[in-house]
């Protein structure tokens, strides 16, 4: 069984196409941590639910952050095998379900990447948005001595030994970061992985609101793993 974490803000748009193309594939368990949506998310997520039994939801009443959504949802996943996809259909399920299979392969940590050779970006993001994705990467490799081209992609699978070892705090957009860090602490093998991925208008990063949360976060996990 594969548990998968979709976080989701404001998605009604997507969410429910998401879920559609999820319920082809066989023994995936999907928890969508609903996180202070004003726009009828989480009824379409409801809806989707009476039908389909391997779908729930878990509803924040205030906007906690992706970290603390994709922790919450975690709390209720029953796989072996777990991870999350954005909830703004930017990654297709067939690319998650890739980067789940790599770790049948062998790997703890499977992260789906935008920036390999073998990457395909249909719809890139705005110039601005790819200069600040570019000096956070910079900026995380730096402190975090972490050989990982994209931190920050939200496709990512892992074993459930992976999440109940170290202590993910971050309730931000860092907390890839700083779940990458803290297996690479681990000893845990990381690799990343190709994927398909399309820019969306809706994308609910405000990078000037971020920067400093981030920053922040990234500082206190590099202190953290160098203990």
């Known amino acids: 069984m594969i548990s998968i974490v979709i976080p989701a803000h404001n998605e ?38 009476l039908r389909n039994d391997n779908v729930m939801l878990t509803s924040s009443h205030t906007l906690a952050g992706k970290g603390a959504a994709v922790r919450r949802g975690l709390a209720l996943a029953t796989g072996d095998v777990l991870g999350f996809i954005d909830g703004d259909g930017s990654i297709h399920p067939r690319d998650f379900m890739r980067v789940a299979a790599a770790i049948n392969d062998g790997a703890d940590l499977a992260v789906g990447s935008r920036a390999l050779p073998t990457s395909i970006i249909v719809r890139p993001q705005p110039l601005s948005r790819r200069v ?17 081209r994209d931190f920050q992609c939200g496709c990512k699978a ?18 890839d970061a700083e779940l990458i860090a803290k297996a690479h602490k681990q000893g845990f093998t ?33 202190a953290e793993i160098r203990r």
Request: glycine share 8%.
């Open 12 to 49: 009604a748009d997507e969410i429910g196409g998401l879920l559609e193309a999820f319920s082809a594939f066989a023994g995936v368990e999907l928890i969508v941590a609903e996180d202070a949506s004003t726009d009828g998310t989480p009824d379409i997520v409801r809806e989707f639910a």
């Open 132 to 148: 600040s994705g570019a000096i956070y990467g910079l900026l995380a490799r730096a402190l975090l001595d972490i050989d990982i």
């Open 158 to 175: 892992f074993r459930r030994g992976v999440w109940t070892a170290p202590s993910v705090a971050c309730e931000g957009f860092a907390f």
């Open 190 to 222: 990381i690799v990343e992985v190709p994927i398909t991925w399309s820019d969306k208008s809706n994308s609910k990063v405000n990078v000037a609101r971020q920067t400093l949360p981030m920053f922040k976060c990234l500082l206190k996990t590099r």
